[in-house]
């Protein structure tokens, strides 16, 4: 398995590194999760028609999964954007992929919230809901970092993990894509992923750093 990667961490409370054009720190990268070795796994969570959804509604296809929450000011906005071009270019291929956005911020992010945010975004991105229980559940599964910052008048930011994590059709973590990826090596990642072990126009690349596999020449 490739390496732990730097874990990126956003929020609004970052406003000064956003204006730094990043809106995103580095994190500690040992911070304990109660599997350590394996990201993925267990989870109860619900989609925004109220549906529960576990794991096993992500296994048999590839699956793209992203944390965040509708207030992020920088990172959320920009990864869904830049995902969404990718998607969208890999038009009916990307029915081959799971893509879900998980909010990290329950006490805000109501199905109707989120409805309304993921409308301006490719309709193939996913929305999970649950509990701050299993939220945190889930967090802890895939391995996610994040907190609530306490802001002025009762307001709150949270500080999450940057990376769009990218699972096989079994639920086996294969690779990831890094916060401030440009659509082209995006793109790239997502068509290897949708097409494993296939030389696809455009794929055949490390699901990990983006450079090529040695197998198949990129378009």
């Not at 690779?175 to 401030?180: H, R």
Request: aromatic residues 8%; neutral net charge; charged residues 20%.
């Amino acid at each position: 398995m490739a390496p732990s990667p730097l874990v990126f961490l956003a929020s609004a409370g970052l406003l000064g590194l956003v204006a730094a054009g990043t809106g995103a720190i580095v994190a500690q990268q040992h911070s304990p999760f109660s599997h350590p070795r394996r990201a993925g796994g267990p989870f109860t969570m619900r989609d925004l028609d109220g549906r529960t959804v576990t794991e096993a509604d992500l296994k048999g296809r590839p699956t793209a999964v992203f944390f965040g929450f509708t207030h992020c000011p920088e990172v959320c906005p920009t990864t869904l954007a830049t995902l969404s071009g990718a998607l969208a270019k890999m038009g009916r291929d990307a029915d081959r992929l799971n893509v879900a956005f998980v909010t990290l911020d329950p006490e805000r992010d109501t199905p109707e919230v989120l409805r309304d945010y993921l409308g301006a975004f490719d309709p193939r991105i996913r929305a999970l809901v649950g509990t701050p229980a299993e939220v945190a559940r889930m967090a802890d599964a895939y391995h996610v970092h994040y907190r609530r910052v306490p802001g002025t008048g009762g307001d709150y930011a949270i500080d999450h993990s940057a990376d769009v994590s990218l699972f096989d059709r079994n639920g086996r973590k294969v690779g990831q894509i890094g916060y401030g990826e440009d659509e082209a090596r995006m793109l790239a990642k997502l068509i290897t992923l949708a097409f494993p072990g296939q030389c696809h126009p455009g794929g055949g690349v490390s699901l990990w750093d983006g450079t090529s596999d040695g197998t198949c020449r990129s378009s």
